[in-house]
Structure formats: C-alpha cells, structure tokens
C-alpha cells in the first residue's frame, strides 16, 4: 500500500509544474478495506507527497540557505484527502443501504419459505394419522365387505399366513419323515437323509438329526421288535446300544418280504452323522472356522446336549496335551529358597515357580479360549464352564498336589506358606478372570461362569482346610516354635524346680545331668518322623543350639540370661502367631474362625503366659522368698524381670484385645469363653507381680530392721575426751549405721527406678509402702538408745538424713509433703535436744493435738525404761515448729517415751515436765 501511495505522490509531483495547485492523491474503498492499511502510513503518505525531495534528503531539517516552511500544500492535500473521504463514506452508506435491503428480502422470503413448509408438514401428520386410525380403528361388516379396521385385518392375514406356512412345512416335514421312514422300513436304506446330510449345509444337518431321532421314536413305536432287548427306550444321551438282527435279516431285499431291524439302521445313521459332524468340528478348529464349528455343535447338542463335541474340543486341547507332558515334572527350586521358606523369621519367597508359571499360562489361556467358545458354541456358558473345570480340576489341582506334597517334606511351615500363597495367587487369578469377563468381554462377567470359578476355588482347597485339620496343623507349628524359642528358658528353671527339691535330690543328679537329659529328650524328640531334617535343623537354630550329630549331648552351656523374660523373644512369638491368624483367615473356607481363634488363643495363653510370664514371675517370687533369711544384704536382681514380665503381659493383651476377640465377634459365647480365660491369666499375672513386690517390701524391711540392730548402744552417748575427739565427733554427718542404710536404701530405689515401669503408679506404691515401713521401724529404733547432749545432735542429723532420704523418692504426696508422716521423723529428732521450757510447750501442744487423734503414724509404743540422769541441756526453739501438726504428730505418750532416752531426764527440769503430764 505504501508503495501505490509512493507512486501517486510521485505523479502528483510531475505535474506540479503543470498546474498551480498540487493535485490530491487519488485513493477508493479498495485502499481502506485492504487487511495491510495502516492509520499511521496512510498521514504519512500524505505528508510525503508535500515535502520537497530536497528536504526529505537532507532529514527534513531546514537549513541556512533553504526557504522558510509553506504549510499550504500540505492544507491543500489533506483538505483533498478530506473531500474525498466524505465522498467514500457517502458511497459506503449507498452500499450498505443496499446490501441491508437485500437482506430484509431474503428474510421475508425465508420466512414464507419456513410457513409453507410447516403447512405441508402439518398435513403429512394429519394423512398420517387418518392412515393410522384408519388401520387401527375399529372396523365393521357392510354389505359383506369389511369396513374400516384395514389393519387389524392385516394382521389377522398375516398370522393366518403365517399358520398356513407353518402347517405346509409340516406337512412336507410330515411327508418327507413317511417317505424316510418307508424307505428303512421297505428297503433297509436311509438315502434321502444321507442325501440331505450331504448337502453340506448346516441347516441339513439339523434337519437330518431331527429326523434321526423323530425316525427312533417312531422304530419304537410301529416296530417293538426290534426294541425288544432292551428297556423300551431310546438312549437320550446319544449312547445307542446295539441289538443283533433279526432271524430275518437286517439286509433283505428292497421288496419287504423280510422284516429290517429300523433301529440299528437308524442308529447306525445317526453314529456316523455323530462321528462325521465331530470330524468336521474338528476340521473346522484346525482351520478356525467359528461358524462351521457352531453349526456342528448346533447339531450336535441335539444328539446328547452337546457333550460329545464338548468333550472333543476340551480333550484334545493343546494346553492340556503340553500340560499332561509336563505334569511329571519335579517341583524344583533350590535348597536355599526352601531354608527361607521354612524359616519362621524369614519372609516367604512367594508362590512356587512352577505353579505360578501354570496359574499365568492359563490365565491367558482361558481369555484367549474364552472368546472362541463364544464364536464356537451356541451354548458358550456351558462350554466355559467345563472348560475352567478341567483346567482346575486336572492341571491346577495336579501341580498344587506337587507343591504341597513337597513342602510337607521340607517342614510344617514351609507346607502351610506354600497353601496359604497358593491360595492367594490362585484366587488373584479367580479375580482376573472376573475381571476380564470371558465370554462376556469386555463387560462384567455372567453369574454362572462366575459362579463356577468360585465353586472350583472352593473345591480346590477344601481338602487341605476342612475340619480343624488345618488349625491343628497350624497350633501344631506354633507350638514346636515356641517350645525351641524358649527351650533353654524352660531348662534353666526345670533345673532351678529340681535342684531346690530337696537336699538329696540335688546330690542325686547334678545340673549338669539335668542339661543333658534335657537336651537329650529334646534331640530325640526332633529326630522323630513327625520332623523332616529342615525342620530339625531349623528347630535347633530357634533354641539356639548346634546340630549335636558329631558332639557330646551334655555340651550345652545355660546363663543367667538364658532364665530371663526377653522381649525381642515375645515379639517374634507375636509375629508367628500374627502370621498364623493372618493365614488361617485367608485359608479359612468354613464358618469356624471364632473356634481356630479361641484355639490359638488357648496355645498362646499355655505356652507364654503359663510357659513364659508365669515361670519368670515364680522364679522372682521364690528368689524373693530365699531372701528373707539370708544374713547378707539382699540381691534384688530379680526386680527386672517384672518390668520384663509386665511389658510382655503388656504386648499379650494388646494382642488378644486387637487381633484375636475381635476376630470371634460373630460368635458370642466363644467370645465372652475368650474374654474370660483372657481376664483369668490376667489377674494371675498380677497377682504374682504383687505378691513377689510385697514380698520384696518385706525383704526390704526385714534388712531395714537388721542394719538398724547393729546400732552401736553408745552412737548417741558418746563419752567426754579430748576436745578433739569432741569436735571431730560432733563434724561427723551421720552414725555408721545411718550412713551403711542410707546406702542400702539409695541402691534399693536406684534398682527400682530401673526396674519396675514408669507409667502408672506401681513405682509409687512400691516405694510408699517402703518408706513408711522403714519410718516406723525409725520410729521404734529411737526408743532404745540412750542419749546425752551431743548425741541428741547426732540423732538429729541421722533423723533428717533419713527424712531427707525418703522425701528424694517419689512417693505419696501426703506421705512425704509439709504435714505428712515423714515430719515425725524430725519431730523425734528434736525431742533429744529441746530445753525442758521448749519440751514442756511440746508437751502440752501434743497432748492438746492428740486428743481425739490417737498414736496415728507413731509406729511404735512408748519406751518403758528411763534413761540414765545427766546433766540438762538447755533447750532450743527449734522444735516449735511441730507444734499444732495434724495427723503424724507425736502423742503424749510417744514423747515420754523418747524423752525418757535423754540422760537429763533425771533433772529437776525435766521432772517438772513430766510432772505436768
């Protein structure tokens, strides 16, 4: 565009000269309706035919010597380029005005168009419906002639033809099968039906074996003679027995002077029908003819409802033709692979690889066939359904035999992974199958055939997990694996039950004689025929123990760690048993899971709870026992394994609340049976926890008693000496024996914290009921020790050790807290260096506090002996904090006995205090 503008300033320029007004350029619609035209060129355009040439050269500036600027030609050319587009625009206007009247006619048009159209529309309907009605309307006689109704009479005509054919086909049936049965019955020949065979067409041949069989029942009828061998009935199945011929002669001549025995020509007839429409499926598979193939099964299925040509295509199928060959192959796999699956700890490897070769050979077998039985068969269902029965019932179930049969003689787990991944890799085909549709592909598959797939999973696995042969198999596992886990457990407290029978009993066999008889009845036990050799060594490597074939039977060594509840144990037994439950659920074809759970339930409870918790848990309480009267300070080593024992009980519970009760839920007497037992071996458990943690408090104690009576008798009436002796007697902490109980008592809670668990409060308990044995075994011990001045300082600080002591534990708040029991310790503490003044106010304030309230938290009755008289000591302020204290404040009687122990007890002042008494 710029360029035709270019050229138009450029004419316009050549004839300036001729002409004293620039001319305009020159431009039409064409120019503004062209996609390239740019607003901004077109003024340029404009511009440039107005400017000299001499100033676009030089940039447009203007210089010294050019003329000044003239803005008329440029006035000039835009007020042309103006007109001119008034101009366009005026012709713009005429062509749109014209163009939007062409428009309101073609509307107008299109409009008487659309109503003509819509007229001769709404007559078509209206013939329509007069013809309907005229058709299907009610109809009348007139004159003869039948009027109105014409459709219903031509209806009624049309099923009156339809009768006619009907009965002209039967007739000509009716005359061919007389034609038929006179040419067997007269001349002993069948040849219009092996001519009609012969046509080749599929419709002869069912025509043919129609005729077959209407031609035996008609042999029956009009000629029992030759039926007279028999029971009077034709075989329905297609099996046609022979009878011999007649005395006449089956093969007499066409003039029917002798008698022809119709029922074995005909039979005849009909078995080389049979055997020529099996060839020609047969033919016809070879060549994957479907249509061919459906036309004999159609005629076949009228002879024995098709079994016959069922059986031919599924017997000489080349899948199980292969499959038959190498079914006496050997289950192979390598030894290792068959370690791993026997062994409890090892994840099993998955399905064997022969049988998951099969399973995938006929997955895509039975989709690939299922799709030519449907083109095949008229009766495809049928044809399916025997199909997946023959592929289950021989191939399937032939190698599964193998499998198992194998895995049974590598060990009893190795036999029940390999049933349990079988089964799930079996049924994962049933479910592909499903999936696939089959005959039905790619829509869901029909009920039948599905049904079948589900009949024929069932079947294949009811052998192996009917009855509880296959629970007992299961708890038979379990527990031989249970029984080697905890094989040296249960020997080392075998050993510990025989040898503390008695004296004589331990000199009669020695421990070690004990081990090998142990280990020698376990041997002999695994190397029975009920343990294969894989099982066996397996076995031994669970108990931990080498194979002893070339080893003495008495090397086997026990700890004490070998005694102990381990954790890890538990959890592999826990692991086992969740592997069983998880199998038996998965193989469990019956309704009886609730009572293969409560088995397991009862096989668990035996061997862990009685076998395992509750052997540690006597083993405690005996050692426990054994420590009362031993004269040296307690071993408390047996603490442990309560924490132990009640993590595992911990772990067991959770087991059986989660995993197994629920799993009964259906079956609510065997569940609440369950919950029972469960609750049963629960409170035994605790029972023995308690007793043996009693039984501790009491050794405890007993130890607690036995330091406290090596107490020195003059501890607290040291004797006057050198003041060095004074002062380094009166720098000691703490007597000996405070320091030698101190110490016992640090270790004892040490030994609990680390014992005994965490959450909850038997920690609390335990140490509760400890300190306040130990608090009134203070209490008592204080009463027998005289005391001068100096040593009532060192009962003190003894006193306040104790105190000090027992309030770092963490026990009851109302035991060790401002107020509690163990503020009696200090109280007594300071009865031994309080004034008579002071004393006399404790006095009082104590017998005022104890009225009503009793020896409450005292532990201890009053001393009855009087301490040796000495010189008093004046008294301190400092025990008037305990007076008013509620609850383990000392009586009056508590006091005198403790002051009685003071050596000034004899003095004035401190008469006057129990004067005031």
Same mark, same amino acid.
């Given at each position: ?843 009082? =304030? %104590?017998?005022? $506090?104890? !009225? /009503?309230? +009793? #020896? *409450? @938290?005292?532990?201890? &009755? ?5 301490? =040796? %008289?000495?010189? $008093?000591? !004046? /008294?301190? +302020? #400092? *025990? @008037?904090?305990?007076? &008013? ?33």
């Amino acid at each position: 565009m710029q360029d035709s503008v270019s050229m138009t300033s450029q004419s316009a320029r050549s004839t300036a000269t001729r002409s004293i007004f620039n001319k305009g350029p020159t431009f039409t619609l064409d120019t503004f309706s062209n996609r390239e035209f740019i607003v901004k060129d077109f003024i340029e355009s404009l511009s440039d035919s107005a400017i000299p040439s001499s100033q676009r050269r030089s940039g447009g500036a203007p210089t010294s010597t050019s003329q000044p600027f003239d803005p008329k030609p440029l006035i000039r050319t835009f007020e042309y380029a103006q007109r001119r587009l008034v101009e366009l625009s005026g012709d713009l206007e005429i062509r749109e005005n014209e163009l939007s009247a062409a428009v309101r006619r073609a509307e107008a048009q299109h409009a008487q168009n659309v109503n003509s159209l819509g007229r001769k529309l709404d007559q078509a309907i209206e013939s329509f419906q007069k013809l309907d009605t005229s058709l299907n309307g009610p109809g009348g006689m007139v004159g003869g002639d039948m009027v109105g109704g014409g459709g219903n009479v031509a209806v009624e005509t049309g099923k009156k033809l339809e009768e006619l054919d009907r009965q002209r086909r039967r007739a000509l049936d009716a005359h061919f099968l007389i034609e038929c049965w006179d040419e067997v019955s007269n001349r002993g020949e069948m040849t219009l039906l092996e001519n009609l065979r012969r046509t080749g067409s599929g419709e002869g041949k069912v025509r043919s074996a129609h005729i077959a069989r209407q031609l035996l029942r008609i042999s029956q009828r009009l000629d029992p003679a030759s039926w007279a061998d028999t029971n009077g009935s034709s075989d329905m199945n297609g099996q046609y027995p022979k009878s011999p011929s007649f005395a006449s002669g089956a093969n007499g001549s066409p003039n029917g002077s002798k008698r022809r025995n119709t029922r074995e020509i005909i039979e005849k007839f009909s078995e080389t029908l049979e055997k020529d429409l099996l060839k020609q499926f047969d033919d016809f598979y070879r060549k994957a003819n479907f249509d061919g193939m459906r036309d004999c099964a159609t005629v076949l299925q009228d002879f024995n409802g098709g079994a016959s040509v069922i059986g031919l295509f599924v017997n000489q199928h080349q899948f199980f033709i292969d499959r038959s060959q190498l079914i006496t192959e050997e289950i192979g796999g390598d030894e290792d692979t068959w370690e791993k699956i026997a062994d409890p700890d090892a994840e099993p490897p998955g399905v064997e690889p022969s049988l998951q070769s099969l399973v995938d050979e006929v997955k895509v077998v039975v989709q690939e066939e299922s799709a030519i039985i449907k083109r095949a068969f008229p009766y495809y269902e049928l044809v399916s359904g025997r199909f997946l029965q023959r592929v289950f019932q021989q191939s399937i179930q032939q190698r599964l035999e193998m499998v198992l049969e194998k895995a049974d003689s590598v060990s009893s787990l190795a036999y029940l992974r390999s049933l349990q991944t079988s089964r799930s890799y079996i049924s994962s085909l049933v479910d592909d199958l499903k999936a696939h549709g089959l005959t039905e592909h790619p829509d869901t598959i029909s009920l039948q055939i599905a049904m079948v797939l589900d009949q024929q999973l069932e079947d294949l696995f009811i052998p192996y997990c009917m009855g509880s042969s296959y629970i007992e198999r299961e708890k038979k596992n379990l527990e031989e694996l249970y029984t080697s886990l905890m094989f040296k457990f249960a020997t080392f407290h075998s050993r510990r039950k025989k040898t503390a029978t008695g004296f004589m009993s331990s000199l009669a066999k020695s421990g070690g004689e004990l081990l090998a008889s142990a280990k020698e009845a376990y041997l002999n036990r695994l190397d029975s025929s009920d343990f294969t050799p894989t099982q066996r060594s397996m076995l031994l490597r669970v108990a931990g123990l080498k194979d002893v074939d070339s080893q003495k039977q008495n090397e086997i060594e026990l700890t004490d760690e070998d005694g102990r509840l381990r954790i890890p144990f538990a959890k592999r037994m826990f692991k086992w048993l969740a592997e069983g439950v998880g199998r038996s659920l998965e193989l469990n074809v019956s309704s009886e899971s609730a009572k293969d759970v409560s088995a397991l339930l009862n096989m668990l409870l035996s061997m862990m709870g009685e076998g395992y918790i509750e052997v540690s848990l006597d083993a405690a309480l005996e050692a426990a026992s054994s420590q009362e009267t031993t004269k040296s300070e307690p071993d408390f080593t047996y603490l442990p394994s309560l924490r132990t024992a009640i993590s595992i009980t911990h772990l067991m519970m959770t087991c059986i609340n989660t995993v197994l009760i629920p799993l009964a839920a259906a079956n609510i007497t065997i569940r609440r049976d369950m919950e029972k037992k469960t609750s049963t071996m629960t409170s035994r458990i605790e029972d023995k926890i308690n007793a043996t943690q009693q039984k501790t408090v009491d050794v405890a104690l007993s130890w607690v008693a036995r330091v406290l009576s090596g107490q020195k008798k003059n501890d607290f009436r040291p004797k006057e000496g050198t003041p060095e002796a004074d002062t380094a007697w009166l720098e000691m902490l703490q007597t000996p024996t405070c320091a030698t109980l101190s110490a016992f008592l640090t270790n004892l809670h040490t030994l609990t914290l680390a014992s005994l668990p965490s959450s909850g409060s038997n920690i609390r308990i335990f140490l509760t009921e400890i300190a306040l044995g130990t608090r009134s075994l203070l209490l008592e011990h204080f009463k027998k020790f005289p005391v001068n001045a100096p040593g009532g300082l060192m009962v003190t600080k003894d006193m306040t050790r104790y105190a000090e002591l027992l309030r770092s534990w963490d026990i009851d708040e109302a035991v060790k807290g401002v107020g509690g029991a163990l503020d009696v310790l200090l109280e007594v503490g300071s009865l031994f260096v309080v004034g008579p003044e002071a004393l006399r106010e404790r006095v009082r =304030a %104590g017998a005022t $506090g104890s !009225s /009503g309230r +009793g #020896t *409450a @938290g005292a532990g201890g &009755g009053p001393g009855t002996t009087a301490g =040796a %008289g000495g010189p $008093g000591t !004046s /008294g301190t +302020g #400092t *025990a @008037g904090a305990a007076q &008013g204290k509620a609850g383990p404040g000392l009586s009056v009687q508590e006091v005198r006995a403790y002051v009685l122990r003071r050596e000034d007890s004899g003095t004035m002042g401190m008469q006057s205090v129990f004067n005031a008494l």
